[in-house]
């Protein structure tokens, strides 16, 4: 039997979230649209384990659009009651109210800067910044940073600990633990 893959332990054995960390987590991004939707899922996740939003991303797929920001904008309050409905999202009125607020500020950036990609990763000189520190780290002086410039633009639930897990998803950060087969 072959020896498994040394991985970060925050993924554990579950094999969605295995699949996650060894396809997804830490991949640099910079298409639009998976940069929405990661930042919208990284918001649902505030104060809940990854794990929970990864198992209901594909119903959070389907009641928003499949992450358009140009549809998710529109939603009102009659659709955040519809959504508050839907046991397969997390259905916290705050989180689900920002969605269409963080869409339209989304939308203001890519006007601005011609996508969102580019506002992002000019932080970075548009490169991953590679972090080895033996220790999981929770936030960090650029997602301080961008978190208070989003918040600036008038997005919710982009407070740093939040941006900081999102940079490391979209592989801005690259965090990925010494001794991991993806470091």
Same mark, same amino acid.
């Given at each position: 039997?072959?020896?498994?893959?040394?991985r970060?332990?925050?993924?554990?054995?579950?094999?969605?979230y295995v699949?996650?960390?060894?396809?997804?987590?830490?991949?640099?991004v910079?298409?639009?649209?998976?940069?929405?939707?990661?930042?919208?899922?990284?918001?649902?996740?505030?104060g809940?384990?990854?794990?929970t939003?990864?198992?209901?991303r594909?119903?959070?797929?389907?009641?928003?659009?499949?992450?358009d920001?140009?549809k998710v904008?529109?939603?009102?309050?009659?659709?955040?009651d519809a959504?508050?409905k839907? @046991?397969?999202?997390? =259905?916290? !009125? +705050?989180?689900l109210?920002?969605?269409?607020?963080?869409?339209? %500020?989304f *939308?203001?950036?890519?006007?601005?800067h011609?996508?969102f990609?580019?506002?992002?990763?000019a932080?970075?000189?548009?490169?991953p910044v590679?972090?080895?520190?033996?220790?999981?780290?929770?936030t960090s002086?650029l997602?301080?940073?961008? @978190?208070?410039?989003? =918040?600036? !633009? +008038?997005?919710?639930?982009v407070?740093?600990?939040?941006?900081? %897990?999102? *940079?490391?998803?979209?592989?801005?950060?690259?965090?990925?633990?010494?001794?991991c087969?993806?470091?």
């Amino acid at each position: 039997m072959p020896r498994p893959k040394p991985r970060c332990f925050w993924c554990g054995e579950d094999p969605l979230y295995v699949a996650y960390h060894d396809r997804e987590w830490g991949v640099p991004v910079r298409d639009d649209r998976l940069l929405f939707e990661q930042l919208i899922l990284e918001g649902a996740q505030s104060g809940l384990s990854w794990i929970t939003v990864l198992r209901k991303r594909g119903r959070y797929r389907e009641a928003f659009a499949g992450f358009d920001p140009r549809k998710v904008a529109r939603f009102d309050a009659r659709k955040v009651d519809a959504l508050m409905k839907d @046991s397969g999202l997390v =259905r916290h !009125r +705050g989180k689900l109210e920002s969605v269409a607020l963080n869409a339209r %500020a989304f *939308l203001a950036m890519q006007a601005e800067h011609g996508s969102f990609a580019a506002w992002l990763w000019a932080h970075v000189d548009g490169r991953p910044v590679v972090n080895r520190s033996p220790k999981p780290q929770t936030t960090s002086l650029l997602a301080e940073k961008i @978190s208070k410039e989003l =918040r600036r !633009r +008038g997005m919710k639930f982009v407070g740093p600990t939040i941006i900081h %897990a999102y *940079l490391q998803a979209v592989g801005v950060l690259n965090d990925h633990l010494p001794g991991c087969w993806k470091a």
